[in-house]
Antibody, heavy 120, light 109 residues
Framework: EVQLVESGGGLVQRGGSLRLSCVAS????????MNWVRQAPGEGLEWVSA????????LYGDSVQGRFTISRDNSRNTLYLQMDSLRAEDTAIYYC?????????????WGQGTLVTVSS | QSALTQPASVSGSPGQSITISCTGT?????????VSWYQQHPATAPKLLIY???DRPSGVSNRFSGSKSGNTASLTISGLQPEDEADYYC?????????FGGGTKLTVL
Protein backbone atom coordinates (compact mmCIF):
# COMPACT_ATOMS: atom_id res chain seq x y z
CA GLU A 1 0.00 0.00 0.00
CA VAL A 2 1.32 3.42 -0.99
CA GLN A 3 1.74 5.77 1.94
CA LEU A 4 2.90 9.37 1.98
CA VAL A 5 3.33 11.01 5.38
CA GLU A 6 4.08 14.73 5.58
CA SER A 7 5.50 16.52 8.59
CA GLY A 8 7.20 19.77 9.51
CA GLY A 9 4.29 22.16 9.33
CA GLY A 10 3.55 24.68 12.03
CA LEU A 11 3.31 28.35 12.92
CA VAL A 12 6.04 30.63 11.62
CA GLN A 13 6.45 34.38 11.42
CA ARG A 14 6.39 36.28 8.16
CA GLY A 15 9.84 36.22 6.63
CA GLY A 16 10.75 33.01 8.41
CA SER A 17 11.64 29.56 7.14
CA LEU A 18 10.29 26.05 7.46
CA ARG A 19 11.24 22.66 6.01
CA LEU A 20 8.58 20.12 5.19
CA SER A 21 9.24 16.40 4.83
CA CYS A 22 7.29 13.61 3.18
CA VAL A 23 8.23 10.00 3.91
CA ALA A 24 7.12 7.54 1.23
CA SER A 25 6.51 3.81 1.41
CA UNK A 26 4.79 1.08 -0.56
CA UNK A 27 6.40 1.87 -3.93
CA UNK A 28 9.82 2.38 -5.48
CA UNK A 29 10.35 5.98 -4.44
CA UNK A 30 13.50 6.45 -6.51
CA UNK A 31 11.61 5.65 -9.72
CA UNK A 32 8.92 8.32 -9.41
CA UNK A 33 8.87 12.08 -9.75
CA MET A 34 7.21 13.79 -6.81
CA ASN A 35 5.29 17.00 -6.30
CA TRP A 36 4.09 19.42 -3.65
CA VAL A 37 0.58 20.86 -3.92
CA ARG A 38 -0.95 23.31 -1.45
CA GLN A 39 -4.42 24.39 -0.46
CA ALA A 40 -5.11 27.64 1.39
CA PRO A 41 -7.91 27.51 3.98
CA GLY A 42 -11.25 27.27 2.18
CA GLU A 43 -9.58 27.60 -1.20
CA GLY A 44 -8.67 25.39 -4.15
CA LEU A 45 -5.57 23.43 -5.06
CA GLU A 46 -2.36 25.10 -6.20
CA TRP A 47 0.60 23.23 -7.64
CA VAL A 48 3.81 24.28 -5.89
CA SER A 49 6.77 22.27 -7.11
CA ALA A 50 7.99 19.08 -8.78
CA UNK A 51 11.19 17.07 -8.75
CA UNK A 52 12.30 14.30 -11.09
CA UNK A 53 12.95 10.77 -9.89
CA UNK A 54 16.69 11.29 -9.65
CA UNK A 55 16.41 14.83 -8.32
CA UNK A 56 18.22 16.47 -11.21
CA UNK A 57 15.23 18.42 -12.54
CA UNK A 58 13.09 20.73 -10.44
CA LEU A 59 10.15 22.94 -11.31
CA TYR A 60 8.33 25.66 -9.36
CA GLY A 61 5.11 27.59 -9.53
CA ASP A 62 5.40 31.32 -10.13
CA SER A 63 4.26 32.23 -6.63
CA VAL A 64 7.10 30.32 -4.91
CA GLN A 65 9.90 30.56 -7.47
CA GLY A 66 13.08 31.80 -5.81
CA ARG A 67 11.76 31.26 -2.25
CA PHE A 68 11.08 27.51 -2.06
CA THR A 69 13.47 24.64 -2.80
CA ILE A 70 12.37 21.07 -3.46
CA SER A 71 14.76 18.18 -2.89
CA ARG A 72 14.74 14.48 -2.16
CA ASP A 73 16.83 11.79 -0.51
CA ASN A 74 16.17 8.52 -2.29
CA SER A 75 18.17 6.57 0.29
CA ARG A 76 15.67 7.72 2.93
CA ASN A 77 12.55 7.63 0.69
CA THR A 78 11.97 11.23 1.69
CA LEU A 79 10.85 14.35 -0.18
CA TYR A 80 11.55 17.82 1.18
CA LEU A 81 10.34 21.36 0.67
CA GLN A 82 12.50 24.15 2.07
CA MET A 83 10.38 27.27 2.39
CA ASP A 84 12.14 30.62 2.93
CA SER A 85 10.94 34.23 3.03
CA LEU A 86 7.49 33.01 3.98
CA ARG A 87 4.50 35.27 3.39
CA ALA A 88 1.00 35.30 4.83
CA GLU A 89 -0.31 33.99 1.51
CA ASP A 90 1.79 30.84 1.90
CA THR A 91 -0.56 29.75 4.68
CA ALA A 92 -1.99 26.43 3.49
CA ILE A 93 -2.11 22.70 3.86
CA TYR A 94 0.83 21.28 1.94
CA TYR A 95 0.38 17.88 0.30
CA CYS A 96 3.04 15.71 -1.24
CA UNK A 97 1.81 13.81 -4.26
CA UNK A 98 3.15 10.87 -6.25
CA UNK A 99 3.00 10.82 -10.03
CA UNK A 100 1.03 8.11 -11.80
CA UNK A 101 3.56 7.40 -14.58
CA UNK A 102 6.53 8.82 -16.47
CA UNK A 103 6.07 11.97 -18.52
CA UNK A 104 2.77 13.81 -18.61
CA UNK A 105 1.01 12.53 -15.53
CA UNK A 106 -1.63 13.21 -12.92
CA UNK A 107 -1.09 12.45 -9.21
CA UNK A 108 -2.39 9.07 -8.08
CA UNK A 109 -1.53 9.20 -4.39
CA TRP A 110 -1.50 12.09 -1.94
CA GLY A 111 -0.41 12.42 1.65
CA GLN A 112 -2.72 13.66 4.40
CA GLY A 113 -1.09 17.09 4.34
CA THR A 114 0.69 19.28 6.84
CA LEU A 115 -0.56 22.74 7.82
CA VAL A 116 1.69 25.76 7.51
CA THR A 117 0.52 28.98 9.11
CA VAL A 118 2.42 32.20 8.49
CA SER A 119 1.63 34.93 10.96
CA SER A 120 1.86 38.57 10.02
CA GLN B 1 -8.05 33.45 -10.30
CA SER B 2 -7.58 29.87 -11.52
CA ALA B 3 -6.34 29.13 -15.01
CA LEU B 4 -9.12 26.57 -15.52
CA THR B 5 -12.72 27.68 -14.97
CA GLN B 6 -15.23 25.54 -13.11
CA PRO B 7 -18.68 26.40 -11.78
CA ALA B 8 -18.57 27.15 -8.06
CA SER B 9 -21.37 24.74 -7.26
CA VAL B 10 -23.72 22.15 -8.69
CA SER B 11 -26.42 20.08 -7.10
CA GLY B 12 -28.50 17.03 -7.80
CA SER B 13 -30.80 14.51 -6.18
CA PRO B 14 -29.88 10.89 -5.43
CA GLY B 15 -30.07 8.77 -8.55
CA GLN B 16 -29.75 11.71 -10.93
CA SER B 17 -26.79 12.56 -13.15
CA ILE B 18 -24.80 15.78 -13.00
CA THR B 19 -22.04 17.25 -15.13
CA ILE B 20 -19.24 19.57 -14.03
CA SER B 21 -17.45 21.61 -16.69
CA CYS B 22 -13.83 22.75 -16.81
CA THR B 23 -12.92 25.38 -19.38
CA GLY B 24 -9.40 26.21 -20.47
CA THR B 25 -7.81 27.32 -23.71
CA UNK B 26 -6.46 25.76 -26.88
CA UNK B 27 -3.00 25.87 -25.24
CA UNK B 28 -4.01 23.51 -22.48
CA UNK B 29 -7.33 21.64 -22.23
CA UNK B 30 -8.15 22.05 -25.90
CA UNK B 31 -4.77 20.99 -27.19
CA UNK B 32 -3.99 17.85 -25.19
CA UNK B 33 -5.58 14.78 -23.66
CA UNK B 34 -3.97 15.52 -20.27
CA VAL B 35 -6.97 16.41 -18.15
CA SER B 36 -7.74 14.80 -14.83
CA TRP B 37 -10.41 15.09 -12.16
CA TYR B 38 -10.04 14.81 -8.39
CA GLN B 39 -12.62 14.34 -5.64
CA GLN B 40 -12.00 15.85 -2.22
CA HIS B 41 -14.12 15.27 0.84
CA PRO B 42 -13.77 17.72 3.75
CA ALA B 43 -10.51 17.45 5.66
CA THR B 44 -9.17 14.72 3.39
CA ALA B 45 -6.65 14.57 0.57
CA PRO B 46 -7.77 14.69 -3.07
CA LYS B 47 -8.48 11.39 -4.82
CA LEU B 48 -7.81 10.81 -8.51
CA LEU B 49 -11.05 9.96 -10.35
CA ILE B 50 -10.25 10.45 -14.04
CA TYR B 51 -7.05 10.92 -16.04
CA UNK B 52 -6.27 11.49 -19.71
CA UNK B 53 -9.75 13.04 -20.14
CA UNK B 54 -11.73 9.82 -19.76
CA ASP B 55 -9.68 7.01 -18.18
CA ARG B 56 -10.45 5.73 -14.70
CA PRO B 57 -7.80 4.41 -12.30
CA SER B 58 -8.35 0.96 -10.92
CA GLY B 59 -10.97 0.97 -8.17
CA VAL B 60 -12.86 4.09 -9.27
CA SER B 61 -16.57 3.54 -9.85
CA ASN B 62 -17.81 3.56 -13.43
CA ARG B 63 -20.44 6.07 -12.31
CA PHE B 64 -17.70 8.64 -12.90
CA SER B 65 -16.91 9.45 -16.51
CA GLY B 66 -14.99 12.16 -18.34
CA SER B 67 -15.14 13.77 -21.75
CA LYS B 68 -13.88 16.77 -23.67
CA SER B 69 -15.16 19.05 -26.41
CA GLY B 70 -12.98 21.83 -27.66
CA ASN B 71 -11.51 23.77 -24.75
CA THR B 72 -13.96 22.34 -22.20
CA ALA B 73 -13.60 19.09 -20.30
CA SER B 74 -16.47 17.58 -18.34
CA LEU B 75 -16.97 15.20 -15.46
CA THR B 76 -20.27 13.33 -15.32
CA ILE B 77 -21.46 11.52 -12.24
CA SER B 78 -24.37 9.18 -12.83
CA GLY B 79 -26.63 7.60 -10.23
CA LEU B 80 -25.77 10.26 -7.64
CA GLN B 81 -25.20 8.93 -4.14
CA PRO B 82 -25.00 10.86 -0.86
CA GLU B 83 -21.30 10.04 -0.54
CA ASP B 84 -20.62 11.86 -3.81
CA GLU B 85 -21.12 15.15 -1.98
CA ALA B 86 -17.64 16.66 -2.14
CA ASP B 87 -15.46 19.19 -3.94
CA TYR B 88 -14.29 18.31 -7.44
CA TYR B 89 -11.22 19.74 -9.16
CA CYS B 90 -10.13 19.47 -12.76
CA UNK B 91 -6.47 19.62 -13.63
CA UNK B 92 -4.34 20.00 -16.73
CA UNK B 93 -0.91 18.43 -16.56
CA UNK B 94 2.20 18.05 -18.64
CA UNK B 95 5.71 17.11 -17.63
CA UNK B 96 6.54 20.77 -17.02
CA UNK B 97 3.37 22.39 -15.71
CA UNK B 98 0.28 21.61 -13.71
CA UNK B 99 -2.87 23.73 -13.38
CA PHE B 100 -5.99 23.22 -11.34
CA GLY B 101 -9.48 24.56 -11.70
CA GLY B 102 -11.02 26.55 -8.88
CA GLY B 103 -13.12 23.61 -7.73
CA THR B 104 -16.82 22.79 -7.77
CA LYS B 105 -18.83 21.95 -4.67
CA LEU B 106 -21.33 19.18 -5.35
CA THR B 107 -24.35 19.07 -3.09
CA VAL B 108 -26.53 15.96 -3.10
CA LEU B 109 -29.99 17.17 -2.14
Amino acid sequence: EVQLVESGGGLVQRGGSLRLSCVASGFTFSSHAMNWVRQAPGEGLEWVSAISAGGGLTLYGDSVQGRFTISRDNSRNTLYLQMDSLRAEDTAIYYCAKVFRLGDTPFDHWGQGTLVTVSS
Amino acid sequence: QSALTQPASVSGSPGQSITISCTGTSSDVGGYKFVSWYQQHPATAPKLLIYDVSDRPSGVSNRFSGSKSGNTASLTISGLQPEDEADYYCSFYTSTRVMFGGGTKLTVL
